[in-house]
């Protein structure tokens, strides 16, 4: 049956067959001056998320103190080595991720997760603000078991304090990364890495929404903070 919506889900049949080829994209951070590759330094992890474009999202992470470096790809389907134009046809089941390879002595997974929920809206399926498709969806894909456990506690924690202050449920798809599609990480071209770094006045639609992270653990709610259209 031929796919046609781009909120559906393909399966791993109905997806693009994509090439064996990967991207060529410059080997170091334009911001961080750090590798894109690995190996990363000892005692780093690494978590993927998406939470809409990836352009304004990585531009979250590679600010924060204790981020050694991060990327931007596509996560979570089937489609080897996709292009940009083949993800937004939402036939390759990816979502637009970022790599986030990060030091636990200085930046703890929960304060990711603050970064993660505080800017986005988690509760629109396949969809951030006027960006429709699974290529849009929030995730998270957590390359262990304690960091799984931690993401889906973060997300109980933030659903309480979503509910209390009147807004939806949660979306997010939270899963192993092994586990999600075929459970590589594949990067994007290069134009689309440290893309708000290259085009200052590019395209972002993140920014602080819903209620603050940090209120969760108290029931608490702050006024809601619409996303804005750029």
């Not at 993140?206 to 992270?213: A, V």
């Amino acid at each position: 049956m031929l796919f046609s919506r781009k909120t559906e889900m393909v399966t791993a049949d109905e997806a693009l067959p994509g090439r064996d080829t990967p991207m060529q994209i410059a080997p170091d951070h334009v911001v961080l001056g750090t590798p894109l590759y690995p190996p990363f330094p000892g005692g780093h992890e690494v978590v993927y998320i998406g939470m809409g474009c990836f352009w304004g999202a990585e531009r979250i992470f590679w600010q924060l103190p204790g981020v050694h470096v991060t990327a931007v790809g596509y996560m979570g389907g089937w489609t080897t080595h996709p292009t940009y134009e083949e993800t937004c046809t939402a036939r390759t089941g990816h979502t637009e991720a970022v790599m986030v390879v990060y030091d636990p002595t200085r930046i703890t997974f929960d304060q990711l997760m603050k970064a993660f929920w505080e800017n986005h809206d988690p509760t629109t399926p396949n969809r951030q603000g006027n960006d429709t498709g699974t290529q849009y969806r929030s995730a998270i894909f957590a390359p262990t078991d304690d960091q799984l456990t931690a993401a889906l506690a973060s997300r109980d924690r933030y659903q309480a304090a979503l509910t209390a202050a009147g807004y939806g449920t949660i979306s997010t798809q939270i899963e192993r990364a092994d586990r999600a599609g075929d459970g590589v990480f594949y990067y994007a071209e290069d134009y689309h890495q440290g893309y708000l770094h290259k085009h200052p006045g590019g395209y972002c639609n993140h920014g602080f929404c819903q209620i603050g992270y940090d209120l969760a653990a108290h029931g608490q709610g702050a006024a809601r903070a619409v996303l804005p259209d750029h």
